[in-house]
């Protein structure tokens, strides 16, 4: 992890990163992801600690951190665009199909 | 590597030496409370269960019970019972008679009132104090401890920092051969394979993919969503979107050595090294469950902040959230705000962690236990009657 990293990428298979400062709108983020770097342009304002896409992910796409899905877009998500509960749905613990 | 604890009747190692008052029942509560109020080293456990039960659920009360009296943080027990509940104050005093130390029970409704019973629990406890002043604590290995290990009030930080941080203690612990226990089964949803891969046995890791999936199920058959309960609204305002990826941050406590075995919820581990106990994610539920099954020290990390203590068990609270360890000070322990900054590693953090472990098991005090903080409630799994 970089000094002053505003964000940080777990694993290189996440299409998400996690904000560890609150990010504005219009910004332009730096990463490193496994020695490489890269930039991002925040699109929304990202509260410390939620996630930013690193890529489009199209609608019904795994969100993928830790290297893991974590669930499934409703909508497609631009690269640099807020993903959290208003764009993404789990599939575990309920039933299928209910929103 | 040692710790200073005190040693039990059978060879059992405590990192604290309680004088334990039980009520078996909630009518007692009151009574339990009066016997152990003002007594130092004495503390009752606020038990609201233990009448009109039955079947699996009475058993896992008196399990749990039991669990507590017999914990090795434990010097000596009075169980308190009104005299007519199902689960009589006798019959868990009597199971707890096989750990050697010294059990005595009881009633209400016998002794003659509420008054009556908390003078004669008073002349009961105080005997116990001062036997168990006497007992000096004794050089242990800390291949004795069984660490419980425990998130609450996650958040981003929880998955990057805190959680990964515990995670590097608990393999240096299972590497000293000692016991930790991973718990809160719900919060394994959507991270069941990686840990189930970890199996000793392709049967134990059909086990923990087995767990999840009733857990998943009960879930369904309300009708209702995990969803309305985990993540937990704290945790989606700290930026946690499903169960899957809570689940993926709480793993990482557990460390990376192999899983030698799954066992239900407030039952002993029967092997050293990294154990899963089938408990809820309630944070108190499981924290109980674990103290049950002889758990001696906790390790609790937080992002939102929290302040949950055991009644009988030093737990220690971790976070990476710079916020939460300004704004809650008095409740966080050990900050490791560093690693999010890239000025600590996780494995640096966990050294730390691992030498505050060893000097709480040998007697310094947590923020909650300072606090006062005594949490207790039973994993109900039935109806009263």
């Known amino acids: 992890m970089a000094g002053k990293a505003k964000a940080i990428v777990i694993n290189e298979k996440d299409n ?9 709108a219009g910004s332009t ?39 893991e899905p974590i669930g499934q877009t409703t909508a497609r998500i631009a690269r640099g665009d807020h993903v959290h509960v208003h764009n993404v749905v789990s599939h575990r613990g309920r039933k299928e199909g209910s929103r | 590597m040692n ?82 509940e199902n689960l009589p104050a006798r019959e868990v005093a009597e199971a707890m008679a096989p750990s ?48 419980g290990t425990e998130c609450g009030g996650s958040d981003y930080t929880s998955g990057l920092a805190s959680n990964p ?54 879930a369904i058959a309300t009708g209702q969503d995990i969803r309305g309960a985990n993540p937990a609204p704290g945790n989606i305002a700290g930026g946690i979107t499903t169960i899957e990826e809570k689940s993926l941050g709480c793993i990482y406590k557990g460390g990376t050595t192999p899983l030698e075995e799954v066992i239900p919820y407030a039952f002993p581990p029967t092997r050293k090294g990294l154990v899963l106990m089938d408990t809820p994610g309630h944070d108190v539920d499981q924290l109980t469950g674990m103290m ?8 609790f990390t937080t992002g939102r902040g929290t302040p949950t203590g055991s009644p009988i068990a030093p737990v220690i609270k971790i976070s990476g959230n710079a916020e939460t360890c300004r704004k809650m000070k008095d409740n966080i322990d050990i900050n490791v705000t560093q690693v999010l900054q890239g000025k600590e590693t996780v494995k640096e953090a966990g050294r730390r962690i691992f030498a505050e472990m060893t000097a709480v098991a040998s007697g310094k005090l947590t923020k909650a236990e300072k606090l006062g903080q005594r949490d207790f409630c039973i994993f109900k799994i039935g109806l009263n009657f």
Request: proline fraction near 3%; glycine fraction near 12%; aromatic fraction near 4%.
């Open chain 1, 16 to 24: 998400v990163a996690t904000a560890i400062i609150p990010l504005k």
């Open chain 2, 100 to 147: 050697g130390k010294r059990v005595e029970y009881v009633e209400i409704q016998e002794v003659g009132g509420t008054k009556k019973t908390i003078a004669k629990g008073r002349r009961i406890l105080k005997e116990m104090l001062a036997d168990a002043a006497s007992l000096q604590r004794e050089a242990i290995p800390v291949s004795e401890l069984i660490l």
């Open chain 1, 29 to 67: 983020v730096s990463l490193e992801v496994q020695g490489r770097a890269g930039k991002v342009k925040i699109l929304a304002a990202i509260p410390m600690g939620h996630k930013f896409a690193l890529r489009e992910i199209g609608q019904g796409e795994d969100v993928i951190k830790y290297g």
């Open chain 2, 165 to 218: 941080a515990l995670g590097a203690a608990s393999d240096l612990l299972v590497e000293a051969g000692g016991t930790v226990i991973l718990s809160e089964t719900t919060e394994l949803i959507g991270a069941e394979h990686l840990l189930a891969r970890r199996a000793r046995t392709p049967e134990i890791g059909q086990k923990v993919l087995d767990l999840i999936a009733w857990w998943e199920k009960e």
């Open chain 2, 292 to 299: 049950a099954g002889g758990s001696q020290i906790v390790i």
């Open chain 2, 3 to 84: 710790f200073q604890g005190y040693r039990r009747p059978g060879g059992k190692l405590g990192t604290r030496n309680h004088v334990l008052v039980i009520p078996s029942v909630v009518c007692s509560q009151g009574a339990a409370e009066g016997i152990s109020r003002n007594l130092k080293g004495a503390v009752y456990l606020p038990n609201v269960f233990g009448c009109a039960q039955v079947g699996a659920d009475r058993e896992q009360t008196k399990r749990t019970l039991v669990g507590f009296g017999t914990n090795p943080n434990v010097f000596a027990v009075l169980v308190v019972g009104n005299g007519c």
